[in-house]
């Protein structure tokens, strides 16, 4: 059986208000680079405010980071990089007008996705048992006699779940442009679509990258 | 002289000698701003009458040295202006560095009034009575949100955060009733958080700290009463069932911690360890037991309780020294 | 699911990158936990932000491209880093010269 | 130069035949009629115009308030208002004027209207996207807007924590997801303007060909893109903060309240050259078109804009020198402000060096640029007042701080708000104004603008704080004078909108270019054509190519 066999035509169809396709795809690549500015900054905020609490209270920090679960984020990196791959691959594949394998790629990377946060949401089950959830004020907190510890908790919880919306936001963008990938025609038309949403999704998984030292290894 | 006397003012008053400073940096200032800036207003007005469209006018142009005339626009008013940047940070400075022989007024702001605790121990709100010619160390606290004393006449202010002291000193030379602000916008009440400073010659006040006496006994007195409200002798006192470090003779004292690094058992030590022990600082050889008082000891308690504990440091050093 | 040699050769020349990114940054991964869990030395910290800037890098340079984009999308992917470093290093400034 | 015959009678209701040499097409006003054409356009001359109108209805309820604050200040004991009113006042006032009017004022009217016309482009690069920021702004603004009115909110617009957080009563959580909101408008906008900006040129247009106006909304495009997400997650922050205690800005759990004005001021004072560059690339545009004459030092205009926009972020902490920041920290804040000074002379001297030997027409927009020009200088001045940490020290929170910042943001973005609207109103409406009118207002607004603000100062340096209900009794009479002036002022503003409406159906038909002004804007006939341009733009060979010019020597024309 073969997927790639089936070619389609690769290209992007012009929209009327530009000259050129070429200008159009580099507009698009250019919006997207834009808006991933604005991303890193918005991450760069809760950054900069972990290591301003890290810095005021370096013991809490660290006591409230050994509680945080270390290995359950690791294997989440290594589920992001691997959605990484099979984007990288999806991307490949367009280019090469290979539409099936394309679509089994996006899949493949939509279900690495779901399966990051299906173990962020274990995570979260895992830490709402050890009574590491501070901000619920029904529930005793586990470190309660160190004030400082909470904050950083919280701000785990903040972070994450920041960067769990743009995950889900992204899963969601992808599935719908994976239905429309899979009719005929998409990749003459819209191929830069893959790559532009290719580039979001790398990013949320560099600022994942970024996260998981910050909350989860520096602080130990 | 009284404030409220006046209907139209142009220029505050000045009580000390910061203060006039103050006002000559900026008068300076505001003549180079006039250089800077009469040149322009003069030079669009004029053009604008002299090339109207329609009137006779020389509008040849010669060659303009352009690099040399943007190079020198950019840079003079900078360079000018960094005069007042470098003459700024210099009153700042003096501003930051407290002499040592500065009496401390403790201060704390709350929704929405002012507290002021004399070193002798007497206290007022709102209003604040303070000598010239000696000076003066203000330090603050708040117990709520952000506050800002703000002391016009000496053009000086800082800001009270919860939970951090800050201070401002100054050394008044010209006596007088002065206001005093919140500058930092609190909530309801905020324009309501203001009073009166009133400067004196040090014979007055000394003279008012007699009869005004609103609360005599010190601080430290105060602050055995607030060690026994606590229960804090429960523990820390000689004897006690449960072993915890003493503390008569403590401030001041090399502490051994548990880590192994010794501090110094100063102001700021021991506040720590009453808001939070667990926080750090261990002290070597005894078990983490005591409970936290941060939100439950108010700002003005604990000043009251430190000025104890140090008062019975002194006293321990004069009976070690014979 | 690709069936002839071919289309397996094109395959491979087409995935050799991001399959070499992706275990690059497996292995960066790897050093980052590794030290992460076992902190061998004092201030540790530092290797590991090091480490994290490199994968950060992969995936800029690699995964995302960058090095084929003409310079303008350069100058974008690295702007926005000195701007965090404008923001930490300003704010910092402030905290690390608190008496 | 002229397109089209000049004919009076209804605008509106006729379309305008353009000029026949340019090809057939309906502009863009009437092009459809529908109300889905209007509010479903992703046409971004009429988003424009649906900026201006939501913008304009925020002037209002900003403007409104502050006419109750003013009046509650005739009086010192605090009579009018209660102390809460008062307070939800000026927040009202404050967070109208600076997230709902000034952020978006010249950039989301004249910038979406006029960039793309002045680059030769068909639209922006993203249409869609411009639609949606407009429903994203009015979202945001709406929801902010009903909870600072049905319930009020009294934290002022800066949001200072703790007591935002911990002690307001107020609706203060549905207020900040307004304004978070919002801050996505801003970035979508800025995202459109920087990709138009590179990609959409027209061919030969290259960027030392382009007018200040594209390079100055360049510039503010990029604060918006990097100085935004940072108040977004500020905010976030603060949400979390009110609504779940996670403690980070609460010192009760040894967070730092401090922390939160690092993060509101890195992108609050980056916020005032969104509303400070959009306004210099206005008068860039008016002193030529005026004068006749050549831009001076265009090079050196155009890199002052990029050079402002990249200072301003090193330059947040002088807002907290009193506020518990480092001394260190202060002093390396305050002597980085002072930096700001450079790249501002650029361009004040440079207008003035442009007036120089012009030919000059003293018509409204002209009044208003050099109205501008003198009160951005006040304001920019008095702004070095406020980096300097002694004098910092005094007038910190008081009215001298207000009356700089009004300087800064009405008598700069405001005026120069209504001198672009004054200069592209026959371009945009295809309808003048009555000049007339148009003078007696700049001028009502100058005079009324001063009487307000300037005895501010005054109060400020006698050490009358700002947000004061209650004050002490002898600052009344600077008070009265105050209040008094900005009846001139409100009187000044009330003006326009009534002619520029009234021209709108009465106004005598405007040729394509009724001021001779050099761009390309002005080559397309009044109102342009739905799709901008008829022909293919031709860029010209040099900016601001106007019969007078200096020789200026000393460098290489592009």
């Not at chain 2, 609103?214 to 105060?222: C, F, P, R």
């Not at chain 4, 863009?28 to 939501?54: G, Q, V």
């Amino acid at each position: 059986m073969s997927a790639g066999a089936s070619d389609s035509a690769v290209g992007v169809k012009l929209v009327s208000h530009f000259a050129t396709v070429e200008q159009q795809k580099r507009a698009a690549v250019l919006g997207m680079w834009a808006w991933l500015l604005t991303e890193l900054l918005l991450f760069a905020g809760l950054f900069l405010t972990a290591l301003i609490l890290r810095l005021l209270h370096p013991e809490a920090v660290q006591e409230a980071a050994r509680h945080l679960k270390f290995w359950i984020g690791a294997i989440n990196t290594v589920v992001l990089i691997g959605s990484s791959l099979t984007m990288s691959g999806a991307i490949q594949l367009s280019r090469l007008g290979w539409q099936r394998g394309m679509v089994r790629f996006m899949l493949a990377t939509a279900a690495l996705g779901t399966l990051f946060l299906l173990l962020k949401g274990y995570e979260y089950y895992a830490d709402y048992q050890e009574h590491m959830m501070p901000f619920l004020s029904d529930r005793p907190y586990e470190l309660k006699d160190s004030p400082p510890s909470r904050l950083f908790v919280n701000l785990y919880y903040v972070a994450t779940s920041l960067h769990g919306l743009h995950l889900m936001t992204g899963i969601t963008i992808l599935l719908v442009m994976t239905w429309q990938a899979s009719r005929p025609g998409f990749l003459g038309q819209h191929q830069n679509r893959i790559e532009i949403f290719g580039l979001y999704w790398h990013f949320i998984d560099l600022i994942w990258i970024l996260a998981f030292p910050t909350l989860y290894v520096l602080n130990r | 002289m009284n404030p409220t006397d006046l209907a139209l003012q142009l220029w505050p008053a000045a009580a000390s000698a910061t203060a006039v400073e103050t006002d000559w940096l900026i008068l300076a200032f505001t003549v180079l701003t006039l250089l800077l800036t009469v040149p322009v207003f003069v030079a669009i007005t004029w053009f604008a009458i002299r090339y109207r469209q329609g009137e006779e006018a020389d509008r040849s142009h010669g060659n303009v040295r352009s690099v040399l005339i943007e190079i020198s626009w950019m840079l003079i008013p900078f360079l000018l202006t960094l005069i007042f940047f470098v003459w700024g940070a210099r009153l700042f400075f003096i501003s930051k560095q407290v002499p040592g022989d500065a009496m401390v007024i403790e201060a704390i702001g709350r929704q929405w009034m002012w507290k002021f605790q004399h070193p002798t121990g007497q206290s007022e709100i709102n209003d604040l009575h303070l000598p010239i010619g000696q000076p003066i160390k203000i330090r603050m606290i708040s117990q709520d949100v952000i506050h800002n004393l703000y002391l016009p006449a000496l053009r000086m202010q800082m800001a009270t955060l919860p939970d951090r002291y800050t201070e401002l000193w100054f050394k008044a030379d010209r006596t007088g009733s002065y206001r005093l602000y919140c500058s930092e916008y609190c909530g309801t009440d905020h324009s309501k958080m203001d009073g009166n400073l009133t400067l004196m010659t040090q014979a007055d006040y000394a003279a008012w700290l007699q009869n005004a006496g609103a609360q005599q006994g010190g601080q430290a007195g105060a602050g055995r009463v607030v060690y026994e409200s606590y229960g804090c002798g429960a523990c820390h006192d000689p004897g006690a069932k449960v072993r915890a470090p003493a503390l008569a003779g403590l401030y001041g004292r090399e502490v051994r911690l548990a880590d192994g690094r010794t501090v110094t058992a100063d102001e700021t030590y021991l506040r720590d360890k009453i808001l939070n022990p667990n926080r750090q600082k261990l002290a070597a050889d005894y078990k983490q037991v005591m409970p936290a008082f941060r939100n439950v000891i108010p700002p003005d308690d604990l000043d009251r309780l430190v000025s104890y504990l140090k008062s019975t440091g002194a006293t321990a050093q004069q009976e070690a020294k014979p | 699911m690709f069936g002839t040699s071919d289309e397996r050769r094109t395959l491979w020349r087409h995935m050799r990158e991001p399959v070499l990114t992706a275990g690059a940054l497996l292995v960066m991964l790897g050093i980052n936990v590794g030290l992460g869990a076992t902190l061998p030395v004092p201030h540790v910290w530092i290797v590991e932000l090091l480490v994290a800037a490199v994968m950060v890098a992969t995936i800029l340079w690699f995964s995302m491209e960058v090095r084929h984009e003409p310079p303008l999308v350069k100058l974008f992917a690295g702007i926005g880093f000195f701007w965090v470093g404008i923001l930490f290093t300003m704010t910092l400034v402030d905290y690390l010269s608190r008496g | 130069m002229t397109s089209g015959t000049i004919t009076d009678g209804p605008a509106l209701r006729e379309p305008h035949t353009p000029d026949s040499r340019l090809g057939h097409g309906a502009d863009y006003l009437h092009a459809e009629h529908t109300l889905r054409s209007w509010f479903f356009t992703t046409d971004h001359k009429r988003i424009a115009l649906l900026y201006l109108a939501s913008i304009t209805a925020f002037f209002v309820i900003g403007a409104v308030t502050a006419g109750l604050v003013r009046l509650a200040l005739v009086v010192p004991d605090g009579q009018v208002f209660t102390n809460d009113t008062y307070n939800k006042l000026f927040t009202i006032h404050g967070v109208v004027m600076v997230w709902f009017f000034l952020i978006p004022s010249i950039p989301a009217t004249f910038g979406n209207f006029l960039i793309p016309l002045m680059i030769g482009a068909r639209d922006l690069a993203f249409p869609k996207l411009n639609l949606a920021s407009w429903y994203v702004f009015m979202t945001g603004a709406l929801f902010t807007l009903a909870s600072v009115v049905l319930g009020g909110v009294d934290t002022g617009w800066t949001f200072y924590t703790p007591l935002s957080t911990a002690f307001s009563n107020t609706w203060v959580v549905p207020a900040l997801i307004g304004v978070t909101i919002v801050g996505f408008s801003s970035i979508l906008t800025g995202l459109n303007f920087v990709v138009t900006i590179h990609t959409m040129r027209a061919p030969g247009m290259t960027w030392f060909r382009l007018p200040i106006f594209v390079w100055t909304h360049y510039a503010t495009s990029l604060i918006f893109l990097l100085a935004t997400p940072v108040i977004t997650v500020a905010l976030i922050l603060l949400i979390a903060e009110r609504a779940f205690h996670i403690g980070v800005f609460d010192p009760a759990y040894g967070g730092d309240p401090v922390l939160f004005q690092h993060l509101f001021w890195f992108y609050s004072h980056p916020a005032v050259y969104i509303m400070v560059l959009p306004g210099m690339g206005v008068i860039s545009e008016i002193v030529p078109a005026f004068a006749q004459k050549k831009l001076f030092g265009y090079k050196f205009v155009a890199y002052a804009a990029i050079g402002l926009a990249s200072v301003t972020f090193f330059v947040w902490g002088h807002h907290m020198f009193v506020n518990g920041q480092s001394d260190f920290a202060s002093v390396a804040f305050s002597v980085l402000s002072f930096a700001v000074a450079v790249p501002s002379a650029v361009k004040v001297y440079n207008w003035t060096a442009t007036i120089h030997k012009g030919s000059l027409k003293l018509d409204t927009p002209m009044l208003y640029a050099m109205g501008y020009i003198g009160l951005f200088v006040l304001g920019g001045l008095t702004g070095l007042y406020l980096a300097t940490l002694a004098i910092n020290q005094h007038v910190h929170a008081t009215y001298f701080v207000v009356a700089h910042f009004h300087y800064i943001m009405v008598g700069g973005t405001v005026l120069a708000f209504l001198g672009g609207l004054h200069f592209w109103w026959p371009k945009i409406t295809g309808r003048m104004y009555i000049e007339a009118w148009g003078r007696i207002s700049a001028f009502l607004i100058f005079i009324g603008f001063n009487v307000t603000f300037f005895p501010q100062f005054i109060l400020g340096y006698l050490g009358m704080p700002r947000r004061y209900h209650v004050y002490p009794p002898e600052f009344q009479f600077l008070n009265i004078l105050s209040s008094a002036g900005s009846t001139i002022l409100a009187v000044g503003y009330l003006f326009p909108m009534v002619y520029l409406v009234y021209s709108i159906w009465f106004g005598k038909r405007a040729p394509a270019n009724p001021w001779d002004a050099k761009g390309l804007e002005w080559t397309v006939p009044s109102p342009p054509p739905a799709h901008n341009f008829l022909t293919e733009p031709v860029a010209p060979k040099v900016p601001y190519d106007y019969p007078l010019q200096a020789q200026e020597t000393g460098r290489q024309h592009s």
